[in-house]
């Protein structure tokens, strides 16, 4: 298993991120916020709701929130890491919708400096490095399919493709955090890959 992501398996996931692709097209094209909340319901994400949430409830979890996140083509989103403190244990399931084909990832970081907690409109709480300097890229991934993924520690998002992108992160509460992410990843690795 990853130590800072995890492939989620959604059957069909092609078929539900086109519906979900057709219900945020609008939005996306118009879209001039980098994150903006969105209420974790059916009439929001159609099937997506179905499976995701009883995923988690069969696995002892709760979804807390979630947003999307935008980084339009050519910018990146600077070096953070989401909520209050440094905490390895704070973990989304983020969802491509609109994403290119390559050219996009989410790096992370180690860091051994000093923290400055931030906080605005558009991302709540985060933490930034004081000095940027000592972060060391120790991960990268592509995410053109659903996974879990740490947010808890030092991470960017660099769009360096012509496409804008945009995912949804959710947001989820458990007591058993490595029981959940060995559920997970077994359940992704039972899963054959299509032809």
Known sequence: MNKNYIRFHIDNFAEIQKSLQELYRDQHTGTS??????DWNRENFLELYDVVDQFFKNNNALIASCRFFYTPAG???????DGEKYNTDYWALNI???????????????????LKQESNGV????????????????????????HVLRVG????????????????SIRFRTNSLDQLLTRIAETASNVSPKP
């Open 33 to 38: 916020l980098q994150a903006f909340p969105k």
């Open 75 to 81: 910018r990146t989103l600077g070096v953070h890491l």
């Open 96 to 114: 491509p919708i609109f994403v290119p084909k390559s050219m996009h990832w989410q790096e992370w970081f180690k860091y051994d400096g000093e």
């Open 123 to 146: 991302y709540s709480s985060y933490i930034q490095p004081l000095n940027p300097e000592k972060l060391l890229t120790i991960d990268r991934l592509m995410l053109n399919s659903p």
């Open 153 to 168: 520690i030092f991470h960017r998002v660099i769009n360096d493709s012509s496409e804008d992108r945009l995912i949804v």
